[in-house]
């Protein structure tokens, strides 16, 4: 299964950014999910392990008019150019420990192959990835709460966020249990940091599905866009979009709001190319 | 690096990259090997004599 | 003391004199080995580096010795399969300098990684896709390739060429060494341009991707180009210390003339290619990613850069340096050579910062910020053990061995 195809899963997840409240519960949900240390001394962001990170946006307008808007970021999942599964990530790791799962779509991390080089840091713009600098570590008592279905990691490797794959593999398990053959319905594997948003800002499920709210919402299109042949899969929901799309990282983390001044910070764009790409989106998709 | 790790695949980039790597190996092992068994046996049965001045 | 291990015919400082000058740049080792042990015992949270910078001054430092180094392909090349015969008066020093420098590259690699003792699995579990994978190969090779050809001038010294298997084994490496020295330049090729392609093909990255040709980008064949042209230049700077240093002329100026020239022309023609990159990039590729050039260089008054960097690359460390090689009177003239072959060493050792260091900080997202790094002790101390260690390496060869065969002639010793 090399490329994607009908058969294959392709998980993705849609964020309506005008719902998150920034509350932290996902990034809460995600560390305890998934096991991820805490740091003695937390202060220092570049340097703690956030696999789900929420970053504050602002329009950059003076009071009254100013607004606020967070943007949860957790790994984009990149499909790579035109689809093909080459994330930036994964075709950089030197030791085939990054690797991008065909029949999910899911851009795994083999920590125990990973000997930290780093590389795959320096290549996703997202910072999505991060490096155990510190042997991992819990307060006193944290440990009993440990997750049994996630491997801790050690010190000197890279981790990210993996989608809960533990859980698509529980998923999976139960499907075959019940004599089914794949997973369908939605609610049967969903991401830890979707079940705890207080707001119900995260939607995930299978992109290749389209009885799933998350592709009902986004309307991938399945084909390369005309300007531009390394991006597929753009939304066809003109209040939809992708982080730095333009690059063909073709990420399976889909944002949404109603703000134009947010669906802008989505990505770069030189004088006068922002209006003439959402107008654009606005009159041939809206 | 070897056909039984089980990240091979026989492609064209595998058998580019290590045809060329193993190719590069050949070479150096085979030239220094030579060059070693040569010195031994000019060292044995040419009296350590100097022939080569 | 040593006397019966120095070179025939040649002369060297009082053992006294030079064991002190060891000891103090072996201080200068012993910190740096300090500092490495710091770093494999305690993990790399002892480095400047975090999540937004994770490859750091190591980095660069291994892309600008193993650029720097250069000079010992493309000179093997040169005179080995382009039968240039002079180039025989340098050779060996160059190859020193290059083993020096690619054991400089390993070492380095070896603390950068966070793993070190699974730093095999880059071979083992290759993914041929990835640059760093054939960074890893063919530098490993390579060094061995450097090794081959240094083992024959180590095997020269007066001692050990005493004994016959010895004296066999060197004649006849000399003998198949044309062989060694193009597989060298094979290798060398590969990794010096799968060096410029770790960087090349980052297309999350718009400042440092290109694109190319089939699986090359562009940095590619640059940075295969600028080692072969600003290598040289680092091996004629480092000859020039020692020359300083022993206070005796040991290469004739004609072959440092060729060299020179040589270099010049390499110079010129790559800073041509360079600028033409550089044009397409900033017309061309960055923009189709929607960013200006002046983003990467001033950040819009918040980068820590600024366009000073660039044309201090190209054409302070560039265009300069190829004009004073390829002109005869500025090439001959020792002070205005001396001057380019420094400006080009720095050129290429600034060229590698920019595509590392640079890469690193500017930021992709349009709500990220520009990313700031400061190296600690340890990263200063590992960067600079290697340094040391060359220049013991390099002292220890030049007063036990053959390096120079025009050292005797061109310093005629009275025998007491």
């Not at chain 3, 015969?85 to 160059?94: A, G, M, P, S």
Request: charged content about 15%; aromatic content about 14%.
């Amino acid at each position: 299964m090399k490329q994607n195809n009908k058969q294959a899963h392709k998980f993705g997840m849609v964020i309506d950014l005008d719902k998150c409240t920034g509350c932290g519960s996902c990034m809460v949900a995600c560390m305890s999910e998934n096991n991820v240390p805490v740091k003695e001394d937390e202060s220092d962001k570049k340097d703690s392990i956030t696999w789900m990170r929420v970053y504050k946006l602002n329009n950059n307008k003076p009071f009254p008019e100013t607004e606020i808007c967070y943007l949860p970021r957790p790994c984009q999942h990149c499909s790579g150019k035109g689809d093909h599964g080459h994330s930036p990530c994964v075709s950089v790791c030197p030791a085939t420990a990054t690797d991008y799962d065909y029949s999910t779509g899911i851009v795994s991390q083999i920590y125990t192959r990973c000997f930290g080089c780093r590389y795959c840091m320096g290549a996703c713009p997202y910072h999505a990835r991060y490096f155990n600098w510190w042997d991992p570590k819990w307060p006193d008592g944290m440990e009993s709460y440990l997750s049994p279905n996630v491997s801790p990691r050690m010190r000197g490797v890279v981790e990210k966020c993996s989608f809960c794959f533990h859980r698509y593999q529980l998923a999976k398990e139960q499907v075959y249990y019940d004599g089914e053959e794949r997973i369908e319905d939605e609610a049967a594997y969903q991401t830890a940091c979707t079940q705890a948003c207080p707001a119900g800002a995260i939607v995930f499920g299978d992109l290749n599905n389209p009885d799933h709210q998350v592709t009902q919402i986004v309307k991938p299109n399945p084909h390369p866009e005309h300007d531009n042949h390394d991006v597929v899969g753009k939304s066809r929901n003109p209040k939809v979009f992708r982080l730095l799309e333009r690059l063909g990282t073709n990420t399976k983390i889909y944002y949404m709001s109603e703000r134009k001044w947010v669906r802008k910070l989505g990505d770069n764009y030189l004088d006068g190319e922002w209006e003439k790409a959402d107008n654009h989106h606005g009159s041939s998709h809206g | 690096m070897f056909p039984f790790c089980f990240e091979w695949v026989w492609d064209a980039g595998h058998l580019l990259f290590f045809g060329g790597f193993w190719f590069a190996i050949s070479i150096l092992g085979a030239g220094m090997t030579w060059c070693i068994l040569k010195a031994l046996y000019e060292t044995i049965y040419c009296d350590g004599s100097d022939n080569h001045h | 003391m040593d006397s019966a291990l120095i070179p025939e015919g040649v002369k060297r400082c009082s053992f006294p004199k030079f064991f002190i000058g060891i000891a103090i740049v072996g201080a200068v080792v012993l910190w740096g080995v300090y500092g490495m042990l710091v770093c494999w015992l305690k993990g790399l949270n002892v480095t400047g580096m975090d999540d937004y910078y994770g490859f750091a001054l190591w980095i660069w430092a291994d892309l600008a010795v193993i650029a720097l180094g250069g000079g010992a392909f493309f000179t093997g090349l040169l005179k080995y399969i382009f039968k240039v015969d002079e180039l025989k008066n340098i050779i060996n020093f160059v190859v020193i300098l290059g083993f020096v420098c690619y054991a400089s590259a390993l070492l380095i690699l070896a603390i950068d990684i966070g793993q070190p003792l699974r730093g095999w699995f880059i071979f083992w579990h290759a993914n041929v896709h990835s640059m760093l994978t054939e960074v890893a190969f063919c530098l490993s090779c390579y060094f061995a390739v450097l090794t081959i050809e240094f083992i024959p001038n180590i095997l020269e010294n007066r001692q050990l060429d005493k004994v016959p298997f010895f004296h066999n084994l060197s004649h006849n490496m000399h003998g198949v060494m044309a062989i060694f020295a193009a597989t060298g330049a094979f290798l060398s090729f590969f990794h010096q341009g799968s060096l410029g392609g770790v960087a090349g093909v980052l297309y999350g990255r718009p400042f440092a991707y290109r694109e190319g040709l089939l699986v090359w980008p562009w940095t590619f064949f640059l940075f295969t180009w600028s080692a072969a042209a600003f290598g040289p230049c680092f091996s004629m700077v480092v000859l020039r210390i020692t020359e300083a240093v022993t206070k005796k002329k040991l290469v004739k100026d004609n072959v440092i003339h060729l060299l020179a020239k040589i270099s010049g022309w390499m110079i010129t023609t790559y800073i041509i290619a360079k600028i033409i990159d550089t044009i397409y990039w900033a017309t061309v590729t960055a923009p189709s990613m929607g960013l200006k050039m002046s983003f990467f260089f001033t950040g819009e008054g918040n980068g820590p850069y600024n366009y000073l960097i660039l044309i201090t690359e190209i054409f302070l460390c560039g265009v300069v340096p190829g004009l004073l090689l390829i002109v005869k009177s500025t090439r001959e003239n020792p002070t205005t050579r001396l001057i380019a072959i420094i400006l080009g060493a720095i050129g290429v050792s600034l060229n590698r910062w920019v595509m590392v260091l640079q890469v690193m900080a500017v930021p992709v997202m349009p709500f990220d910020k520009w990313a700031l790094y400061m190296p600690t002790w340890p990263e200063i101390a590992t960067t600079i053990l290697p340094v040391a260690g060359g220049i013991i390496v390099i002292s220890l060869a030049y007063r036990y061995l053959p390096v120079f065969p025009q050292e005797k002639e061109l310093n005629e010793v009275t025998v007491e």
